[in-house]
């Protein structure tokens, strides 16, 4: 078997501490979260992440850039169907919901996004806006606030107190057609 080159060492590195780090933040979050305990998670030494990543903020936007980066990759938003771009992102969430938990804690824990995040808000309002054109010439909903809806719409579920949860059966699998029917609907209703 071939010896790792530095360069693969570095990387393999690199992606252990950030999966440590995804646990510890998602369990944690940042103010919570210990380097200390993103390292033994990892098997490296805790200085590799100042080596890497400059500090603990700086680690945490990694995750958050790569959790960002992925979600904009598997579930890309068009203005053809932004319901669809809803229920897909519902199911995004739902099937990842540590990213769910991780976004959470940066809007509660961090006060400037990313450049990565401004890049796919701007995507995500163009989008909308050309959605709007099409579907509702003349609307007077600004599609940043349109935005927000959607994304608040898709997130309800999950952002929900755990009463509501269990009174609606949100972990019932038979009821996940009806949130996603729910979720298109209201999303189509919210754009026309």
Not at 102 to 127: P, Q
């Amino acid at each position: 078997m071939a010896r790792m080159t530095k360069a693969e060492q570095s990387a393999a590195t690199k992606a252990r501490l950030l999966d440590a780090a995804v646990e510890e933040f998602q369990e944690h979050g940042l103010a919570g979260g210990r380097v200390d305990r993103i390292a033994e998670r990892a098997g490296v030494n805790k200085r590799l992440i100042y080596i890497y990543f400059g500090d603990k903020d700086g680690l945490f936007d990694a995750v958050i850039v790569r959790d960002v980066e992925t979600m904009i990759d598997v579930v890309p938003i068009t203005q053809d169907d932004l319901p669809g771009y809803a229920v897909s992102l519902y199911d995004y969430l739902e099937a990842n919901p540590t990213v769910g938990r991780l976004l959470t804690w940066r809007n509660l824990e961090r006060i400037k996004a990313s450049d990565i995040e401004y890049d796919a808000y701007r995507r995500k309002v163009d989008a909308v806006a050309q959605a709007q054109a099409t579907l509702a010439p003349g609307s007077t909903h600004a599609p940043a606030d349109v935005l927000a809806l959607i994304l608040g719409l898709v997130q309800s579920w999950s952002q929900a107190s755990p009463a509501l949860r269990d009174l609606a059966g949100a972990d019932d699998p038979a009821r996940a057609g009806q949130r996603r029917h729910s979720l298109r609907e209201a999303v189509s209703r919210l754009i026309t």
